[in-house]
């Protein structure tokens, strides 16, 4: 067997000085710094109490080109030694004994201070009240630099603290002794394991993802990642770049790197990394979504004999380089961005999910590049296509296995502009159906998350309709522009005030003060205006303060779903109309997304609904309609089944609770029956619950 490898001592000073010299060097297959301030506090402390702290890995390989410097000062030396594992560790004690900074995972430089007490022989992270504190050595790097004249410095501290003329000589022995420990941790040893320099690239990563594999769990990408690194490594240093300038404007990526910069990928909705980036690439490039399947591929693996086929590996890689070129055109991802604007989509915390973002850009790629679609015909229809995605929580569940099954779609069809559009409206046409508009989004809008996928939709089709702020002259759309910068802007208020829930109406679940159906965007000044008042007390007086005609003011009561009297509801009911008026909004958006030429119509008199129908049991009981403990039996008698309904709104049957009258009535025998008819609650006068459920307004 060939030997690889040797077992080494290095000292901390030894290593802090290659690490300076340039001599030890990190190789492009690491990951960036991602240790806290705290964790290189705890390897000091370990290596000052003597505990052991684990090994190193070298690789002697002078390719300096295959290298990135620790710190983000210029080395003098040429790399003989990269480091393999180790990284963290060996990154926090150059940062700390040498007071460099170091480039962070965000590709910020931040210098790490550690603080140390002698007379407690304790480490820090310097806080405020440790800076003013005269018993600490604020920075211990000037331990390692001059113990001497560093623990001079800090006893005249104490002394002046104190205000006497000198420490007793316990003290200063004391201090001394600790101090000189603190300065030996330059001769703490480290054991590494050194690869020799004739081993290939290919095994030194091998080697990188089996030890990675057992300590810090790796991501897929990781996996391809450090492929990339032997095989193709300008590749890999093109996806850190365009994931590092989606952080920063043309204007501060030339401030850093000092040299002329016109474009980056930075936008108002996510930032990147590298990781997110090559999912894109392998999802146009080699059709694939799971990355693990990904990896297999590059590698030239065959499934069946599990044998790695040179052949394949080219071929998968040049596909990969295809996909990559494609990923990273400038003109192709603003064009993308339009796709999201286009959607309604205008800030980043209107993208609920990453994975709907990026497998977007992967279909619009297919579809601009191997469809060849006109770029304005493609944004409409996949600006439809991210609606449906994102309000419909596509990839909230196993995004890798249905983005593969999307990319399936557009397999073996036909390669005109017309076959890709039919592919992508069957999604959309398939999943935003009659039911999904009338049934099962004004149920997704019964929660208080105003920033899931059902609310973010209503918000993205007020942008659509460009509908004004409640109460206000202004758009939606112009106070979520990204490029404005406001010290308050929209507010998020209670149509049913918080105080006016709690104390008069009697309401104390915090998810049902803030449901989604009980907000509505306004100017932040209105919302102070309004505090706490009832609805049908600040309302007439909102409405009487604004300078809105009736036909104007009837629109935005469209747009923000309010029905007709909705300040003299009952509260329950209230949220049950908002709720299906809120979804009849938000299609009304996608239709204007369908259609630009599409105008809808509000009606001039808001909407009459003389009763509404609660969609779910526990609505019933949170409302009162149907109190904790109210009896039901089976409504014909066919069985002497007796349950009951309990404090969180759902019915208990032979010790088992059923969120819905169907399922309790499926437990009890009843397979086809309607669960609402099935049951009647046991009242003076005994009443269906399809009776109970109808709301009067």
Do not use: C
Request: net charge negative.
């Amino acid at each position: 067997m060939p030997e690889t490898f040797g077992h080494h001592p290095w000292s901390v000073q030894e290593l802090v000085s290659g690490v300076s010299s340039g001599q030890v060097r990190l190789p492009d297959i690491q990951r960036p710094f991602v240790w806290s301030n705290s964790k290189s506090r705890d390897l000091v402390d370990s290596m000052y109490q003597g505990f052991p702290v684990g090994e190193l890995m070298f690789w002697e390989n002078a390719g300096e080109h295959h290298s990135r410097t620790i710190g983000v000062s210029d080395k003098s030396q040429s790399a003989s030694m990269q480091v393999i594992d180790g990284q963290q560790r060996l990154t926090s004690l150059y940062a700390v004994v040498t007071g460099e900074k170091v480039l962070r995972e965000d590709y910020s430089q931040e210098r790490i201070v550690v603080a140390f007490n002698p007379l407690t022989e304790r480490f820090a992270i310097p806080d405020s009240a440790i800076k003013r504190s005269p018993d600490w050595i604020q920075d211990i790097r000037g331990v390692f630099s001059s113990a001497i004249d560093t623990r001079h410095e800090y006893i005249a501290k104490l002394e002046k603290a104190r205000s006497v003329e000198r420490l007793n000589r316990d003290e200063e022995r004391a201090i001394e002794l600790t101090v000189n420990r603190l300065a030996q941790v330059l001769n703490y040893e480290f054991q590494v394991v050194q690869l020799k320099k004739d081993v290939p690239r290919e095994t030194v990563a091998d080697i990188f993802v089996r030890i990675n594999s057992e300590g810090v769990k790796l991501a897929s990408a990781d996996f391809i990642l450090t492929w990339l690194s032997v095989f193709w490594e300008e590749g890999r240093q093109e996806l850190e770049d365009f994931a590092r300038a989606s952080r920063f404007t043309a204007q501060e990526m030339a401030r850093i790197t000092d040299t002329k910069i016109t474009w980056t990928p930075k936008n108002p909705y996510l930032t990147l990394d590298s990781g997110q980036i090559l999912r894109v690439v392998v999802a146009i490039g080699n059709r694939r979504s799971r990355l693990q399947d990904a990896y297999n591929a590059l590698r030239g693996r065959d499934p069946r004999t599990r044998q790695i086929i040179p052949e394949h590996r080219d071929r998968e890689l040049a596909r990969l380089k295809s996909g990559q070129t494609r990923t990273l055109h400038p003109n192709n991802w603003d064009e993308f961005l339009k796709v999201i604007e286009r959607a309604g989509i205008r800030t980043g915390s209107m993208v609920t999910s990453k994975n709907t973002f990026l497998y977007g850009y992967a279909l619009w790629l297919i579809g601009r590049t191997e469809f060849n679609v006109p770029v304005d015909e493609l944004r409409e229809v996949m600006a439809r296509w991210y609606f449906m995605a994102q309000i419909t929580g596509r990839y909230s569940t196993s995004p890798e296995t249905r983005g593969q099954d999307d990319l399936n779609r557009l397999e073996g069809i036909g390669q005109t502009p017309q076959d890709f559009r039919e592919a992508i409206n069957i999604q959309i046409e398939t999943t935003l159906t009659e039911d999904w508009w009338l049934v099962s989004l004004p149920e997704d809008l019964h929660t208080s998350n105003m920033y899931g996928p059902a609310h973010t939709g209503y918000v993205a089709a007020l942008n659509i309709l460009d509908a004004d702020a409640l109460l206000s002259t202004l758009k939606v759309k112009d106070w979520l522009d990204p490029s404005r910068t406001l010290v308050k802007g929209m507010e998020k208020h209670h149509l049913f005030p918080q105080d006016h829930l709690r104390k008069n109406l009697g309401y104390s679940a915090t998810r049902q003060i803030n449901q989604v159906a009980n907000q509505s965007l306004v100017e932040w000044s209105d919302n102070i205006d309004i505090s706490n008042k009832a609805p049908d007390e600040y309302w007439p007086q909102q409405v009487g303060d604004k300078s809105i005609g009736t036909e104007r003011l009837a629109r935005q009561m469209w747009w923000h779903a309010l029905p007709d009297n909705w300040m003299q509801m009952d509260y329950q009911g209230f949220l049950v109309a908002r709720r299906k008026l809120i979804a009849a909004v938000t299609r009304e958006g996608f239709r204007k997304l369908s259609d630009p030429n599409y105008t809808p119509q509000p009606p001039r008199s808001p909407q009459v609904l003389p009763e509404l129908v609660m969609e779910s049991f526990d609505e019933l009981v949170l409302a009162g309609v149907i109190p904790p403990g109210t009896p039901l039996v089976p409504t014909d008698g066919r069985t002497e089944s007796i349950a009951e309904v309990t404090q969180d709104g759902t019915i208990l049957l032979n010790d088992t609770e059923y969120r819905t009258p169907e399922s309790a009535a499926r437990a009890d025998g009843a397979e086809d029956a309607d669960g609402w008819e099935y049951w009647t609650a046991r009242f003076a006068e005994p009443v269906l619950l399809s009776q109970l459920r109808v709301v009067e307004i």
